[in-house]
């Protein structure tokens, strides 16, 4: 089902393209908090890993705006309003709102290790869904393969720093993903309540405006009127 869901989103080319471009800007961000994450680290190993990361994320950054681009250019030029439903497939969620300043080594960790899993869950999803688009799909491929490495080198990287506190970490950082789903869900409603309230005070509440100004305009009597007596004063003042 939730494939069958993945390959209609993925089938219009303008959406596809679209969404491999937002999906670069996400990478390129998380390449950049990675080098940060680099330089505040007093880990060397660690510090050597993140800066393998960041490449990584860099790359998948440029494979995949090459490849939206490509597909920007090859479509027929027409408007751009398709929506991106990223709320359905998002990209490589959990970089984008990674707070590098605010987490010890064995949080970011945690963090990271859930966030490259989901993504390569996502991206192996995606990836089948577009099997029809082999050059799309390559680039899928490709970027799976480095997600998988990024899951599996943060996960041996937290049980070597945190051998004991691991689980709480992972589960810390489950809850906090969770939390922001939350947030990410309520705001997508509060935006779809606003639109519905805005629609209806639009439809409800101008209509007797509407009607009260159309009457007030057809009690104005047409064309030049004489200037009252007592407001010839006009031009002495400037009221
Ligand atoms: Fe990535
Ligand atoms: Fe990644």
Do not use: C
């Amino acid at each position: 089902m939730i494939q069958l869901l993945h390959r209609w989103i993925w089938h219009d080319a303008e959406r596809r393209a679209r969404k491999l471009l937002n999906f670069a800007e996400t990478e390129a961000d998380g390449g950049r908090d990675l080098v940060r994450a680099a330089e505040l680290t007093q880990d060397p190993t660690l510090r050597r890993l993140y800066m393998v990361h960041a490449a990584d994320e860099q790359r998948h950054a440029a494979l995949f705006r090459t490849r939206g681009a490509a597909l920007l250019r090859a479509l027929p030029a027409r408007s751009s309003a398709t929506a991106q439903l990223n709320w359905i497939s998002p990209g490589e969620r959990g970089l984008d709102d990674l707070r590098v300043h605010s987490e010890s080594d064995a949080s970011l960790l945690a963090f990271l290790h859930l966030s490259e899993k989901a993504a390569a869950g996502h991206f192996a999803a995606y990836g089948e869904a577009v099997r029809t688009d082999p050059p799309t799909h390559a680039v899928f491929q490709e970027v799976l393969h480095d997600e998988t490495f990024h899951m599996n080198y943060t996960l041996a990287q937290l049980n070597r720093i945190a051998p004991q506190r691991r689980l709480s970490f992972l589960w810390r950082a489950r809850l906090n993903r969770l939390w922001k789903a939350y947030l990410r869900a309520m705001s997508a409603i509060a935006g779809v309540m606003g639109t519905i309230v805005l629609t209806l005070q639009y439809f409800v509440l101008l209509p007797p405006f509407a009607f009260l100004a159309k009457r007030a305009e057809r009690r104005e009597p047409a064309g030049w009127a004489p200037v009252q007596p007592e407001r010839e004063r006009a031009l002495e003042s400037q009221y």
